[in-house]
């Protein structure tokens, strides 16, 4: 049934359908793109898929670039990551870098490097080793962070209550960081390994007894100096 919905879409979109791939079986690149871009990996260079719709699954030795407006993968990239859309769902491992911006973003998986994610509203489980640099309005932080999180709330500028948007804290911080936002919540199941500074409307509850917190007082996340 998936691939008859798969060639129906492509028989629409006429020659909007495309896969190509080159290269040696050393450094073979595959490229997909389309209304649908919709494959099963096995490479051992680079991979790009773009589309409305895009499921990148599989193994690919170097980088993976996603663009669309749907976008899911469960792949195990050897290079670093890049994914952009209305909405991204990755789940599986990356060893390099990874760069993700979509207006809602859920991420599950081991992240062997930096992790940079913007977005309106952000879930992070799973494991990143690397620094997190975060952007979003709503943000779920649930996952291991082994590096320095950097974490900055926004929001519409037309809303002065939650114009810095709002960030849960849930997961394991063995470094620490910096989180700004207007609202901050500390859940019972986060664990911080080193000085974490917050700046929020008000002093969450919870946490380490001697993180430093500052009144946010009206202004904005991303115009504070760190």
């Known amino acids: 049934m998936q691939k008859l919905i798969l060639l129906a879409s492509c028989a629409v979109a006429v020659s909007a359908c495309t896969y190509s791939s080159h290269g040696s ?51 195990s990239v050897g290079g670093d990551l890049t ?12 060893a390099g870098n990874s760069e993700i911006a979509a207006a809602t973003t859920w991420l599950d998986a081991d992240f062997g490097g930096n992790l940079d994610v913007a977005g309106a509203r952000v879930t992070i489980d799973g494991r990143v080793d690397g620094r997190l640099e975060l952007h979003g309005a709503h943000m779920s932080l649930k996952g291991d962070f082994l590096g320095p999180i950097n974490v900055i709330g926004e929001g519409r500028q037309t ?68």
């Open 25 to 75: 079986a050393e450094n073979r690149s595959v490229a997909s793109s389309g209304m649908v871009a919709s494959r099963h990996v096995d490479v051992t260079g680079n991979a790009e898929f773009s589309g409305m719709i895009v499921n990148a699954n599989g193994t690919v030795g170097r980088d993976l670039d996603l663009s669309g407006a749907s976008v899911t993968s469960d792949a």
């Open 83 to 94: 994914a952009s859309g209305a909405s991204v769902r990755f789940t599986g491992s990356v």
């Open 159 to 226: 809303n002065d209550r939650d114009h810095n948007g709002r960030a849960i804290l849930s997961g394991n911080f063995a470094e620490g960081g910096f989180v700004c936002a207007t609202y901050v919540n500390i859940r019972d199941s986060a664990r911080f390994g080193a000085p974490l500074r917050i700046i929020a409307s008000e002093r969450p509850e919870g946490g380490p007894s001697n993180f430093d917190f500052e009144l946010l007082n009206g202004r904005d996340c991303s115009r504070i100096e760190i």
